[in-house]
């Protein structure tokens, strides 16, 4: 008699996303998987009122493997929580809507977990857009100025990191992990590697685990998601009683000198003098990245331009965010609408 196949349960936060789940959907169904493991896959849907709940249905009805659960808090780490209580698999891997994987994602990620025997594996954040500005955003994503030199944005980076993108771990030990902390609506992987760090375990990075993200496709929509990034960062930092790295605090000191020479050089003339001198300085930064990593071809000064200010959007995002949290936190509030809405 054959052994049961190895069941791999992918998680999937959802809401909101009528346009993309049926793609999503068939990039799954398109994993190369070896033989000896099988697919289930778990929807968390966040009370969508767009119709995606309808398609996901019209979708599950023929298709066995797929599963769609409710998830009335609607924030992510939810989703993924309710996903995770539901899951089969022996190992659990992250997916997200907007992002495309190669046929062999599933497989890698199951492989490298068993080759290292991390606590958590995946790949890099590697952002892939189509047209203006969304090529733009997604260069200054890679860029070093963007992104500060993580790890994780590196594509061809092996071996132990703060975190990875999305993720995959064994079922039973993510769950005596406790899972993903639904206090937080942004930054739950980050905080969920860094007790995965204290519980003495590892987080690895593949470059053979392999997908690409679409970025925000507005400066806007990528300021709203800096911001939302910033704000939830310092609630990571008091759980876990932690100092800010220089990475967390620079984007929140750039905007508070920003903030304090703006607010004194009607009053004092070298107040205005550091304030041009600041942000000039800043500019000049931010084009000379910009012009290492911008898309080639046609209307390369625009996506030139459009790189440098995706890394103000991301920098002044994520710092205005950063010191709201703080602001908030000081006089007793809780977090505003701009905090918990969607970015997207």
Known sequence: MSAAPRLVSVIVPCRNEQAHVGPFLASVWRQ???????????????????????????????????????????????????????????????????????????????????????????????????????????AAFRSRFGSGGAASRRADHEGPVDTVYLGAWRRDELRRLGGFDEALVRNQDDELNLRIHRAGGRVWQSPAIRSAYAPRASFAALFRQFYQYGYWKPA??????????????????????????ALAAPFWPPAAAGLA???????????????????????????????????????????????????????GRGPGRDALGLTR
């Open 32 to 138: 190369q998987l070896p033989p000896g493991l099988a697919l289930q896959v778990l929807v968390a849907d966040g009370a969508s009122d767009d119709g995606t709940r309808e398609r996901l249905q019209a979708l599950a009805a023929g298709e066995p493997r797929l599963r769609v659960l409710d998830n009335p808090a609607r924030i992510t780490s939810a989703a993924l929580n309710r996903a995770l209580a539901a899951a089969d698999g022996e190992v659990v891997v992250r997916m997200d809507v907007h992002t495309v994987y190669a046929d062999d994602y599933v497989a890698q990620c199951v492989r490298v977990l068993d080759a290292t025997g991390a606590t958590c594996v995946g790949g890099a954040w590697r952002p892939v857009g189509e047209g203006w500005p969304q090529a733009a955003i997604a």
């Open 236 to 261: 990571v930092i008091r759980k876990h009683r932690l100092p800010a790295s220089p990475r967390q605090l620079v984007p929140f000191g750039f905007v508070l000198l920003l903030a304090l020479l």
């Open 277 to 331: 001198g600041v942000l000039g300085l800043y500019a000049a930064a931010a084009v000379a990245q910009a012009l290492q990593v911008a898309p080639a071809g046609p209307g390369r000064w625009r996506q030139t331009l459009g790189v440098a200010w995706a890394c103000a959007c991301m920098h002044l995002g994520y710092g205005l965010g950063f010191g709201r949290a703080l602001l908030d936190h000081a006089l």
